[in-house]
């Protein structure tokens, strides 16, 4: 079983930075791939980033590339995303992923992960 739990939303003025953590218990963030999703109001939950399970391989949606990083804190076990330059846009409910696996490997779908945190909203105003 792998439990996450998602910290560092909050509210934010257009053009801060941000720092979400997602603590995962259970395993190892080393044995997950794991992945950054966001849902904003009336929208569908999107894929943001995912990075595999050594952390050697990250994946981004276009809208936040050069401005989000995703990385792991393996002393730490824990998911960072790091949000630079934030824009309204970005507002949403962050969720933290991953998936059980012995291989590298990344994932855009929302149905590849089995586990998933509570979310963390994130608000970002003009």
């Known amino acids: 079983q792998v439990q996450l739990v998602e910290s560092g939303g909050g509210l934010v003025q257009a053009g801060d930075s941000l720092s979400l953590s997602c603590a995962a218990s259970?395993?190892?963030?080393?044995?997950?791939?794991m992945g950054w999703f966001r849902q904003a109001p009336g929208k569908e939950r999107k894929f943001v980033a995912a990075?595999?399970?050594?952390?050697?391989?990250?994946l981004y949606t276009d809208s936040v590339k050069g401005r989000f990083t995703i990385s792991k804190d393996n002393s730490k076990n824990t998911l960072i995303l790091q949000m630079n330059s934030l824009k309204p846009e970005d507002t949403a409910v962050y969720y933290c992923?991953?998936?059980?696996?012995?291989?590298?490997?990344?994932?855009?779908?929302?149905?590849?992960?089995?586990?998933w945190g509570q979310g963390t909203q994130v608000t970002v105003s003009s």
């Open positions: 992923a991953a998936r059980v696996v012995w291989f590298s490997g990344t994932s855009v779908l929302d149905y590849d992960y089995s586990y």
């Open positions: 259970g395993r190892t963030v080393s044995g997950l791939s």
């Open positions: 990075i595999n399970r050594n952390g050697d391989s990250t």
